[in-house]
């Protein structure tokens, strides 16, 4: 059974400072996605990783994808107000099922 | 209508009643899914849909029932509610059978209180 665990969960940082949000899964896949989701909405794609290596950039938030660690990270950059929601991973385990288990999220949170 | 539509938005709904989540798309997705999101669990996967005419069971479907007769519609029934049916449901739509990987598409959610 694929587990998915995001950590931290909840994540308070200060304008403008730097952090990561780390992805770690249980079994085989290279199917990777990040979601954003704002208070009381919808989740909102933000990066779709496909392969080992594969890095994607948008804005401040820059994701990667270590298939060989079953690792993916989401790192912030210079963090900003407009970045706080709650990140969640989700993993595709039979690479191409699209039936996507999903972490418990990171709450971020961005203090001015 | 643009996405994924779902209705309601929200309910209040008494133990026992029989209630359907209203599930529509215009994409032409052949992948429909319903997750439920609750506090500290993140989404988990309720059912599924492959494609018309076709549904699965995902890692929490018991208490609920799907159908799928055509490719926009997927709602999800709940026979008899229960409070433990409390959460934020999510229906989503995926095109698995094209050249590319997108992920999903979601829905608005629907807020169901059971009292």
């Known amino acids: 059974e694929l587990k998915v665990e995001q950590n931290p969960l909840f994540l308070s940082m200060q304008e403008g400072k730097n952090y990561t949000i780390y992805c770690n899964y249980s079994t085989t896949s290279d199917r990777l996605y990040w979601y954003r989701q704002d208070p009381g909405k919808s989740l909102e794609s933000l990066f779709v990783l496909l392969s080992n290596g594969a890095v994607k950039q948008e804005g401040r938030l820059m994701a990667s994808l270590d298939t060989k660690a079953r690792l993916s990270t989401l790192h912030i950059t210079a963090a900003v107000h407009d970045l706080s929601a709650t990140y969640f991973c989700a993993v595709d385990p039979l690479g191409g099922s699209e039936k996507l288990v999903f972490g418990k999220g990171t709450k971020l949170t961005v203090n001015p | 209508i643009a996405g994924i539509t779902q209705a309601p938005t929200s309910q209040i709904l008494a133990a026992g009643r029989r209630m359907t989540l209203r599930c529509t798309q215009d994409?032409?997705?052949?992948?429909m899914y319903w997750y439920r999101q609750d506090l500290g669990l993140g989404l988990r996967l309720i059912h599924y849909?492959?494609?018309?005419?076709?549904?699965g069971k995902g890692e929490v479907p018991d208490g609920y029932s799907v159908s799928r007769a055509n490719t926009d519609d997927f709602p999800l029934t709940l026979a008899s509610a229960v409070p433990s049916q409390t959460s934020v449901y999510f229906c989503?739509?995926?095109?698995?059978?094209?050249?590319?990987?997108?992920?999903?598409?979601f829905g608005s959610g629907t807020r169901l209180t059971v009292v």
């Open positions: 849909s492959n494609t018309a005419g076709t549904t």
């Open positions: 989503a739509s995926s095109d698995s059978q094209g050249q590319g990987y997108y992920g999903y598409t």
């Open positions: 994409m032409r997705h052949n992948a």
